[in-house]
């Protein structure tokens, strides 16, 4: 059974830059939320994202977007990268309709701002 | 305001020594409250929910409506539970609301 897989596992940006990370869900799972975790911080929901729409925000800028696809696989795009983006961005999946609140985590992308 | 709060960033106690993680929460609802871990070079996952009310790795979690608090307890701490531990609130809005995190060291 694939868990949730993300990609790329580490990165490194520039100021200004635009960053996209993937996402592929757990097998069978329908729903995908990101976070954002600071060094030494829990993680932060930005999104969740739920029949190819954006169904909740957290507290994040507009630069923070996202996709899903029909395959429920999943996209954070982050323009305009600032050195305060710099963290761990965690993928979790889960299952709409089993809405027990359970997260299912991938292991995360790091992401460097110089 | 909806909040998380683990007022310790590190617990350090010695192998067979009781454990308590604590965790306190601020939510109007009615809370459904999670605690994960996550041990090293793996990921995050789910340790127990307080609606399931049973105990994994000899963890166990009672929600405290009164005090708001949902500390995580063992009475007898192993090496292997070294680990992060976070406590989150799920307000059913599909938001999952994660504290900072304690990071638990067992000592031999």
């Known amino acids: 059974d694939a868990g949730v897989t993300q990609s790329p596992t580490h990165l490194i940006k520039t100021r200004g830059q635009q960053v996209t990370l993937r996402c592929s869900p757990k097998?069978?799972?329908?729903?995908v939320s990101w976070y954002q975790q600071a060094l030494g911080q829990g993680p932060q929901f930005i999104f969740q994202?739920?029949?190819?729409?954006?169904?909740q925000r957290g507290n994040f800028p507009d630069r923070f977007s996202g996709h899903q696809y029909p395959n429920y696989s999943s996209e954070l795009n982050v323009n305009a990268l600032l050195l305060g983006d710099s963290a761990l961005y965690l993928c979790?999946?889960?299952?709409?309709?089993?809405?027990?609140?359970?997260?299912?985590f991938g292991e995360g992308s790091r992401l460097t701002v110089l | 305001a909806q909040r998380v709060t683990q007022p310790e960033k590190l617990l350090s106690v010695f192998k067979g020594a009781p454990v308590e993680l604590k965790c306190n929460y601020s939510?109007?609802?009615?809370?459904?409250l999670f605690w994960y871990v996550q041990y090293s070079r793996q990921r995050l996952q789910l340790l127990l929910r307080?609606?399931s009310r049973e105990s994994i790795k000899g963890f166990t979690a009672d929600l405290n409506k009164g005090e708001t608090s949902f500390h995580l307890k063992k009475p007898f701490a192993q090496e292997e539970d070294s680990a992060m531990y976070y406590c989150?609130?799920?307000?059913?809005?599909?938001?999952?609301?994660f504290g900072a995190g304690t990071r638990l060291f067992v000592k031999a």
């Open positions: 097998s069978g799972h329908d729903t």
């Open positions: 979790a999946s889960s299952l709409n309709r089993v809405n027990t609140g359970e997260l299912f």
């Open positions: 989150a609130l799920y307000t059913g809005g599909f938001k999952t609301i």
């Open positions: 994202y739920y029949e190819e729409e954006e169904r």
């Open positions: 939510y109007s609802g009615s809370p459904e």
């Open positions: 307080h609606i």
